[in-house]
């Protein structure tokens, strides 16, 4: 049985409506004028993605399996600063070898469960790199939280959600004065809202 619940926000999001969003010409991250376009994508009913930021049917409702095809998906076009345009850019080598290291590592560090757990049952000395693997894992765990944190423009222009049709989508700027700018532009479709509905399974 689903339930509901309202969550606050400190900051009010903006609803707006999809087709009818107008971006600023400033860049949301620096404030700078803007001179490209970045496209940030929204899927709805999606497998979820590895980083959680790319995956935002989750933020007010529930989400169903669907594989790997989404059922759909629309785009954002954010006008952004030259510096900002590609914010992924030489990510993706850094995420990649994280994964690897973490996996050498899990091995690692079971060898080393197994090798403390023997010397403590036979009462005999735990050798100094047992521990030493296990935090070295720990460093690459938070190394790799890192890689996958959302990039410079998600952090500015976070997706809260979107109504079950898609029609209007919720989002949360960083910045107060673009945030006031991007209503300045949007007057006759957003609307400033503190809370939302999420509904739990």
Same mark, same amino acid.
């Given at each position: 049985?689903?339930?509901?619940?309202?969550?606050?926000?400190?900051?009010?999001?903006?609803?707006?409506?999809?087709?009818?969003?107008?971006?600023?010409?400033?860049?949301?991250?620096?404030?700078?004028?803007?001179?490209?376009?970045?496209?940030?994508?929204?899927?709805?009913?999606?497998?979820?993605?590895?980083?959680?930021?790319?995956? %935002?049917? %989750?933020? !007010?409702?529930?989400?169903?399996?669907?594989?790997?095809?989404?059922?759909?998906?629309?785009? !954002?076009?954010?006008?952004?600063?030259?510096?900002?345009?590609?914010?992924?850019?030489?990510?993706?080598?850094?995420?990649?070898?994280?994964?690897?290291?973490?996996?050498?590592?899990?091995?690692?560090?079971?060898?080393?469960?197994?090798?403390?757990?023997?010397?403590?049952?036979?009462?005999?000395?735990?050798?100094?790199?047992?521990?030493?693997?296990?935090?070295?894992?720990?460093?690459?765990?938070?190394?790799?939280?890192?890689?996958?944190?959302?990039?410079?423009?998600?952090?500015?222009?976070?997706?809260?959600?979107?109504?079950?049709?898609?029609?209007?989508?919720?989002?949360?700027?960083?910045?107060?004065?673009?945030?006031?700018?991007?209503?300045?532009?949007?007057?006759?479709?957003?609307?400033?809202?503190?809370?939302?509905?999420?509904?739990?399974?």
């Amino acid at each position: 049985m689903m339930s509901s619940r309202r969550e606050y926000f400190d900051e009010p999001l903006v609803k707006v409506d999809f087709l009818k969003v107008h971006f600023p010409k400033i860049c949301p991250v620096c404030g700078a004028p803007a001179t490209k376009y970045a496209l940030l994508k929204i899927a709805k009913n999606g497998k979820q993605s590895l980083r959680r930021s790319w995956d %935002y049917s %989750y933020a !007010l409702y529930p989400r169903h399996e669907m594989g790997n095809r989404f059922s759909e998906m629309k785009v !954002l076009p954010i006008q952004v600063c030259d510096n900002h345009a590609h914010p992924d850019d030489g990510t993706d080598r850094y995420q990649t070898l994280c994964l690897i290291v973490d996996g050498l590592l899990i091995v690692l560090m079971i060898f080393s469960f197994l090798i403390i757990g023997d010397r403590i049952s036979r009462t005999r000395p735990i050798p100094f790199w047992s521990y030493l693997y296990i935090l070295l894992f720990v460093v690459a765990i938070l190394s790799t939280k890192i890689a996958f944190r959302p990039n410079a423009l998600e952090r500015a222009v976070r997706i809260i959600g979107f109504d079950p049709g898609m029609q209007h989508v919720l989002i949360l700027f960083r910045r107060t004065e673009y945030r006031e700018q991007f209503l300045l532009e949007n007057q006759m479709n957003a609307e400033l809202v503190n809370w939302i509905t999420r509904i739990n399974d």
